[in-house]
């Protein structure tokens, strides 16, 4: 690694001695790997504690995907510029600020009393969250010598992937025997270690020549194309997709971006440098992660629903159900490491959006009676082809960056997942809207039932099938109740099969793009800003 990327005692790769721990590579890896620990978690554990979320606080289908689209938003804008404070300002002092502001905002988020202040703190914490995850990597890069570099950002790695895939078991058990606030509560904590570790180990670590100013026009414009964006895509089936409100944030969005763009060949210190796509491995990359993304946590959100609402497991057992998923996924991530290593990523990435297609054709097929075994087919199918994509994904994007731009690619990756994630869950919680209002009533006819004639209830009914609960008011016969049951979990099943669909054409386009992909030759290993 060239001295000239990082100040301070990067140019000695020796730990410090031993009477000061400040600096210690070991003990850094470990404070980072605490701090991004958090953010990682929180990106899948919500998932489970989402319909409790919903029930207790009645949040519309709407109101519940920004439970997990604000954070995944906020964290996918504010990544690069969040990169690019930690050159500015110092990489611990930017750590230390969003491991505080992490745990502060998850204990807002625990006595909120409304869906509408769960929300607004996610998006806090998102945007929290963000100013975590280069800061950790830049103080990796500042305390690792070059040749143990990749061996600790391997490790790094694997604690994310352990965290995000541990998140439904550990969601489950604290939504089940707690409540669904202490899925917030824990991140307490977590985030106190996570500030006196940094306090007493970590060495700051500032990039040269850092820029003295940011490029506040390009963040807001960015903010603003992908508000617009996702705001315009849930609200569509409610306002329909054809009418002018709807066409009024699309076209805003649109607008934005291709301002973004064009202010990006002007500004003094872009946001994100646009010679970065000249090359195509690396653009084929971002998109790909994009996509990837979408297929994932798009479905990762009907699924939670799926088995609590339509097989009436308890939290728990919907997170061990996912066991297979979450499992391939911290194994295979190993796995898909060496195999990049000695073939590349082009190979590992292509096969395993292939696999993960075949895996979202097959949960397409998923009904009311579908069995464990079946179920843990698609899940094991699912993690085994999302771990080489993931793993394979530096290498491409930031290895393939001009060394002078490798930190805003590292930061463009994580983006890239982070949109595709948010983009994912509103694109397929509209497909599955559309298609649950257009069967619903079909389905209760068939049940000799039909849709209530007050406007306000048929509503209700229609949002609720959309999450795939069943009302059961009182008063109605019990062959009544398990009709309407019936009713609506076949129309919850028929759009979730739709919404795969979906995904399943989307992970095949990725996989064509990872075709694309080769190997970087950039020789100063990972990226500051992943």
């Known amino acids: 690694m060239s001295q000239s990327v990082l100040t301070g005692k990067q140019a000695d790769p020796a730990p410090p001695p031993a009477r000061s721990l400040k600096g210690h590579p070991w003990l850094t890896l470990l404070t980072v790997a605490v701090g991004v620990m958090m953010v990682a978690l929180d990106g899948t554990v919500v998932a489970i504690a989402n319909p409790v979320i919903q029930t207790d606080l009645g949040a519309s289908p709407a109101d519940i995907q920004w439970v997990t689209s604000g954070y995944l938003l906020a964290l996918a804008v504010f990544l690069i510029t969040a990169g690019k404070i930690g050159d500015r300002f110092g990489h611990k002092n930017t750590f230390l600020v969003g491991a505080v502001g992490f745990a502060a905002t998850s204990a807002a988020i625990g006595v909120a009393g409304s869906i509408q202040q769960v929300i607004f703190f996610r998006v806090l914490q998102g945007l929290f969250g963000a100013l975590l995850q280069p800061a950790a990597l830049g103080l990796l890069r500042g305390a690792f010598p070059a040749e143990r570099l990749n061996m600790a950002i391997g490790i790094w790695g694997g604690v994310i992937g352990a965290s995000t895939a541990a998140g439904p078991i550990v969601g489950g058990l604290l939504v089940e025997h707690v409540n669904w606030e202490s899925v917030f509560y824990i991140n307490i904590p977590v985030g106190l270690v996570a500030l006196l570790l940094g306090l007493w180990v970590l060495r700051d670590v500032k990039a040269e020549n850092a820029a003295r100013s940011f490029d506040i026009p390009g963040i807001v414009l960015l903010s603003g194309a992908m508000f617009m964006l996702v705001w315009g895509i849930i609200k569509a089936p409610t306002w329909g997709w054809g009418d002018p409100t709807t066409l009024l944030f699309l076209g805003g969005a649109l607008a934005a971006m291709v301002l973004f763009a064009l202010w990006q060949t002007r500004a003094e210190e872009p946001l994100i440098p646009l010679s970065l796509f000249r090359s195509v491995p690396l653009s084929a990359g971002a998109l790909l992660m994009v996509l990837m993304a979408f297929a994932f946590f798009g479905g990762v959100f009907f699924i939670t629903f799926y088995l609590q609402n339509v097989h009436g497991m308890t939290p728990v057992q919907a997170g061990v159900h996912l066991l297979p998923m979450t499992g391939m996924m911290i194994v295979g991530a190993p796995v898909a ?34 069995g464990t075994g079946v179920m843990s087919l698609w899940f094991l199918l699912m993690g085994l082809g999302l771990s080489p994509v993931m793993v394979g994904a530096t290498e491409v994007i930031v290895g393939n960056a001009p060394l002078e731009l490798s930190g805003v690619a590292g930061g463009l990756q994580q983006a890239a997942m982070q949109v595709g994630g948010s983009l994912g869950t509103a694109v397929l919680g509209a497909v599955m809207a559309s298609k649950v209002t257009e069967t619903l009533p079909g389905n209760l006819t068939a049940k000799g039932l039909q849709m209530p004639a007050d406007p306000a209830q048929a509503e209700q009914l229609g949002q609720a099938a959309q999450l795939g609960i069943a009302p059961r008011p009182e008063g109605l016969p019990e062959q009544v109740l398990d009709a309407m049951a019936d009713a609506v979990h076949s129309s919850f099943v028929s759009g979730m099969s739709l919404a795969f669909t979906v995904a399943a054409v989307v992970a095949l386009a990725a996989a064509g793009l990872g075709l694309l992909t080769k190997r970087g030759t950039t020789e100063t290993g990972p990226s500051v800003h992943i």
């Open 337 to 370: 490491g060496a195999a990049i290593g000695k073939l590349g990523p082009r190979i590992p990435i292509v096969t395993g959006m292939v696999f993960t297609t075949a895996a979202m054709l097959g949960m397409s097929t998923l009904d009311t009676g579908t």
